[in-house]
Structures are given as C-alpha cells and as structure tokens.
C-alpha cells in the first residue's frame, strides 16, 4: 500500500510533464512559466511543509498523516484540469505540494520500523519503485487520456483515483508500536543540530540534489523535446518515456537497494559510493541520448543511464535514515527531502526552460536540447559529492 500511494505520489507529480504542451498551448505559456508549474509551485511549499508535517507523523499517527495528505494532493490534482490560467494552475500545483508534503518521510519511517537494518535498503528500493513506477503510469495514462479525450480529462481522473483508494490505504497500513522515550533520551526538537554535525549528511543531501536538479528537469522536458525535435505524438511519447522508465528505472532501483545492502553489511561507505559510481557512469549516456536526433538510437542511449541514475534512492535515503535515533526518522528524512527537492524540484525544470529560452535566438527549435544537455554535469557534481560523504559515513552511522 505504501509503494500504491507512491506511485500516485510520482503520478500526480509527473503527468504534467506528458501533457505539458497541450497546457503550454491551451493556457498561452511560455517554457519558463510551463518549467515553474513543474518544478518551482510544486515543490516550494511540498518542501518546506514535509518538516512540520514529519514532525507531526513522529509524535501522533504516521498512517493517519499519509492518508489525510493523500487525499489532499489528489483533489488539487483533479482540480489542475480545471484551470484556466497560469495563476490558477500555479496555485493548484502549490496545493498538490501542500499534500505530497506529508507523504514520503512518514513513509521512510514506517519501513523503517517494520525491517532489520540488513535489509531497510531493499525495502526502501522497493518503496521508491513507486518513482519509475507513477512517472510512467503518468506516462502512459496520461496520454492515452490526452489523446483520448483531453489534457483537462487526465488531471480529474488520476486525482479522483487516489481519493478512491485513501480509506482502502488507512484501512490496511498501521504504524507500528514505538517505545516510550525513556527519561534522558535526545528529543525530536534536537534533530537538526544532529544531522547539522554530521558531513556526510550535508553531502549526501547535496549530492542528491544536484541530480534531482538533472532528473527532474530533464524528466520534465524531455517528453517536450520527442514532441519538438522527433516530431512523435503526445501517445508516442508516453509510450517512449513509459518503456524506459518501466525497463531502465524499475531495474536500477530494485539492483541499488539489493547492492547496497550486499555491499554495505561489510562496509557502510558503499551506501554513498554505490550511487557515486553509477552518477559517474550514467552522465555520458545520458549525454549522448540528448544529443542524439535520431529516436530509436536516443531510446537506446537512455535505458542503461536511467537504472544507474535511480540506484541512489534505496542506499542513500536508508543511510539518512541511520544519522539518528529511531523515533526521528520520519524528521530526518523530511530534512534530507527538503534540501533535496526545493534545489532539485524547485530548480530544475524552471531552470532548463529559462535556459532553453535564453539560447533559442541561437538555435531555435533545437534550444531545448541544448538545455537539457547543459544539466548533465550536475550527476558529474553529484558523484562528487556522494564520493565526499562516503568519508565520513561509518563515523556518522547510528545503528
């Protein structure tokens, strides 16, 4: 139930992406206001509120908090098909982060609770399939919906869906009994000069944000780019997009968590180097897909990148998850989210359309690409980091 309402997390986040040109025409935007309603209205407040909210799920219901968020972020999507100009559907997208906020970090938490160190990192791969998951769900009903009927349509659909299946999810997901905190014990409130102390917090956080910045706006615009540049149609490109995050993203998530527990039983500085190594492999694959301009090829080019870039998901979050006592994981994982989205999900796709803006004097119909293409070195600055906090992980590492 957790990886289902994840998956519509990812789906009501995503689907704007595949329909993001039937928006830009029908409400008149340009490629900086469309990058805004992906990125920025999204994720401004979905970031800042996950720490109260975290806060909230660790001292009363974790269940209860999921559910009532659910519910939330589901009717702003459905109400994302009734707007009619870039401020409405910006305030609508604000409402869609206002829900999500509370979803991920209590999330983190119960898995947390209900596995063994040993395997939290499989169990949160898992959990994070919800990602290639809901983006390609968003993917492929998206457009058969737009293609169908409308772009308006596939909002109030996806956003009635989850309404539907919030009772279903407080129904069957309970949190699991927590101790007492005993007398003396580090309180909730203390939770952030902890992880302050620590380097490979700071790291991590960093290093998962830069390639959020790539991922997520490449993510977003992409689908753009096979409808400008390859000329295939709002169908075909969800086909397209939904194949490879169905092969390449399920497949390195599931082989991140796996590895990193492998590989982490002996050394726990592999939860940051794993994600390292693969930051640095996938780069000039997903470098040479962009510059590609023949589709079948791109396709190719994007299947082996797409895995290694979504390994980091499983190992880091669960090393987070290990840089404090267990009654603030929830808060913790909300921190670690915040840095990670408001630079990576606020930043991103308004930062590739402003690009892609500012260069199609020079290069017009293909600017787009070339904005895409400016982001990969930030999965470069991403193994950096990630290499960097290796360093210090085993001496931040609470069990």
Known sequence: MLLLVYTFNFLDRQILSILAQGVKADLHLTDTQLGMLGGLAFAALYSTLAIPLALLADRTSRSWVITVSLVVWSGFTALCGTAQSFTQMFLFRLGVGVGEAGGVAPSYAIISDYFPPERRARALAIYSLGIPLGAAGGMLLGSWIAQAVDWRTAFVAVGLAGIVIAPFFRWLVRDKPRPVLAAGSVPVARVFPILAAKPSFWLLAFGAASSSTAGYGAGFWLPSLMQRSYGLSVLETGRFFGAILLIGGVSGMFAGGVLADRLGRKDKRWYARLPALCFFGGAPLYLAGVLSHNATTTFLFFLIPQALVYTWLGPVTTAVQHMVPAHMRATASASFLMINNLIGLGLGSW?????????????????????????????????????????????????
């Open 351 to 399: 930062t590739i359309g402003a690009v892609s803006e500012a260069l199609a004097p020079t290069y017009g119909a293909e600017a787009l690409r070339y904005a895409i293409a400016s982001a990969m070195g930030l999965y470069v600055l991403a193994g950096v980091l990630m290499l960097l906090g290796s360093r210090s992980l085993r001496r931040d590492w609470v069990d």
